[in-house]
């Protein structure tokens, strides 16, 4: 199985901060690489499909990238209401999460 | 809008059965992919399988001689069964739509709340 593996497991930066994510699978899942956003006690929301395309909800200041086994997500200034944990899932064999990173404001 | 709900046992013993359903309102359990995926406490997200059609499902490799899913056409809803649980399978358990975008592209666009499921005696 494909295994999905984030970087950092944790972070805490300063509001307006540049944040980036780092998601790598243990093999190549073309372009078929998805990002949610968990906020305690609630079911994981579906924010970014296929690499970059977008949820309508998601505010501008997030930004996504990526192909084969390496993918990042981005937030340009990090606000209050992104404290949450993000999650990416591949769906190119089977279905499998990374291990989760969560964003804390310092 | 398409909602999902769970229910069912919040405690199972060790070597039972864990049974859930999740009631879909706003869809048809007759169309599209529906997922169960669980967290146990405190880590990351596991996806257990999904059924299709009636009927067609497809299993995580390392649960499938444990597991099994069926549709209530007639309720809207569907239903995931776990058979010798252990403290392994404490989780919270979600149901979610399993929709596919251009073919193999598949995201899980509606959740439920999740069920915590605690297998103890």
């Known amino acids: 199985d494909t295994q999905m593996t984030q970087s950092p497991s944790s972070l805490s930066a300063s509001v307006g901060d540049r944040v980036t994510i780092t998601c790598r699978a243990s093999r190549t899942v073309n372009t078929y690489l998805n990002w949610y956003q968990q906020k305690p006690g609630e079911a994981p929301k579906l924010m970014i499909y296929a690499v970059s395309n977008f949820q309508a909800w998601v505010p501008s200041r997030f930004s996504a990238s990526g192909f084969g086994t390496e993918f990042t997500l981005t937030i340009s200034s990090l606000q209050p209401e992104d404290v949450a944990t993000y999650y990416c899932q591949q769906s190119y064999n089977l279905f499998t999460f990374g291990g989760g990173t969560k964003v804390e404001i310092k | 809008q398409v909602q999902l709900q769970e229910s069912g046992p919040g405690l199972v013993k060790p070597s039972e059965t864990l049974a859930l359903t999740c009631n879909v309102s706003?869809?048809?359990?007759?169309?599209?992919?529906w997922a169960w995926l669980r967290q146990p406490p405190g880590k990351g997200l596991e996806w257990l399988g999904y059924?299709?059609?009636?009927?067609?499902?497809n299993f995580s490799p390392s649960l499938k001689s444990r597991l099994s899913m069926s549709v209530d056409t007639l309720k809207n809803q569907f239903s995931l069964r776990l058979t010798s649980v252990t403290a392994a399978d404490t989780a919270v358990y979600f149901c979610a739509r399993d929709r596919r975008v251009w073919t193999t592209v598949t995201i899980f666009d509606v959740w439920g709340r999740g069920a915590l499921v605690t297998v103890s005696s």
């Open positions: 706003g869809a048809s359990v007759s169309r599209d992919y």
């Open positions: 059924i299709h059609d009636g009927g067609t499902t």
